[in-house]
């Protein structure tokens, strides 16, 4: 899927060019949707001693829930991003949250799941279908964007209502 031959890094620069399919593996249990496969344009070049940098861009269509409304809306994710890789020590807590950890051995390096993370970060947590969405009834579930519902709204109780009682003269 989404690797780096490492051994092509150390001679030149190295890019990735791909599509993830929307219904490919990677994307399950995650609550995102994807529209159209995600496209992959990445540039690796080793830094430092041990270090990898993918700099690029990924592109994508997601589709959430309108959270008042819940009707399907779609959104454009682009982005570039900025993926370090380095070695892992004995303490993988020296590396820090913007630092992915780096295999010791191989030739290969899997990029998918720091790739899958970016677009999950990027995409829009909360999305309204527009500004002025009404949402749902909350008594009977009716779209109030489509239809007005007969349900009658019911004030609760309120321990202040007893100052509604009280005459100033």
């Known amino acids: 899927m989404l690797k780096l031959n490492l051994a092509a890094l150390d001679r030149e620069e190295v890019e990735i060019h791909e599509q993830v399919a929307a219904d ?68 993988e807590d020296e590396l820090g949250g913007e630092v992915y950890p780096l295999p010791a051995r191989g030739q290969e390096l899997d990029v998918t799941e720091a790739v899958r993370e970016q677009l999950l970060l990027r995409a829009p947590q909360y999305v309204v279908c527009e500004e002025e969405c009404r949402g749902l009834c909350p008594r009977c579930g009716t779209n109030l964007n489509e239809t007005a519902c007969d349900c009658v709204s019911e004030v609760a109780p309120s321990p202040w209502d007893a100052l509604k009682q009280v005459k100033f003269d």
């Open 24 to 91: 490919d593996p990677m994307w399950e249990g995650s609550d995102v949707r994807l529209v159209e496969p995600l496209q992959v344009d990445l540039t690796a070049r080793s830094v430092g001693d041990d270090g990898v940098l993918l700099r690029g861009r990924i592109q994508a269509t997601v589709e959430r829930e309108c959270r008042r409304c819940l009707t399907a809306v779609r959104q454009p994710v682009d982005d570039t991003v900025d993926l370090f890789f380095a070695p892992i020590g004995e303490d």
